[in-house]
């Protein structure tokens, strides 16, 4: 069993940043792949980005180039820095690790913080 606990979120204007980040309670590299993911209420589960062990990373299209999903080792936490921020973006962020990563169907989850953008 993988304890995830996430921290980090909170409030910011439009086009503002935030980190938040997962502390694991196993090492990151005996993960196959970790990341995050979000829901905002009445809408369904969007994958966010995703680190494989190998270090490839995706993300979705509506974050790439503004969101940057990073690990470190020492401290076994996975992060993910999200600037220019949009009200969009809105909603609950989740982090996961191993299973279906892809399709942000993690076996392991964690508790979520929120993430709330005004305009």
């Known amino acids: 069993q993988v304890q995830l606990v996430e921290s980090g979120g909170g409030s910011v204007q439009a086009g503002g940043s935030l980190r938040v980040a997962c502390a694991s309670s196993?090492?990151?590299?005996?993960?196959?792949?970790m990341g995050w993911y979000r829901q905002a209420p009445g809408k369904g589960r969007e994958g966010v980005a995703t680190?494989?062990?190998?270090?490839?990373?995706t993300y979705a299209d509506s974050v790439q180039g503004r969101f940057t999903i990073s690990q470190d080792s020492a401290k076994n936490t996975l992060y993910l820095e999200m600037d220019s921020l949009h009200p969009a973006d809105t909603a609950m962020y989740y982090c996961?690790?191993?299973?279906?990563?892809?399709?942000?169907?993690?076996?392991?989850r964690g508790q979520g913080t929120q993430v709330t953008v005004s305009s």
């Open positions: 680190v494989f062990r190998d270090g490839r990373t």
């Open positions: 996961g690790a191993d299973g279906l990563c892809y399709e942000a169907w993690y076996t392991y």
């Open positions: 196993r090492p990151l590299k005996d993960n196959y792949c």
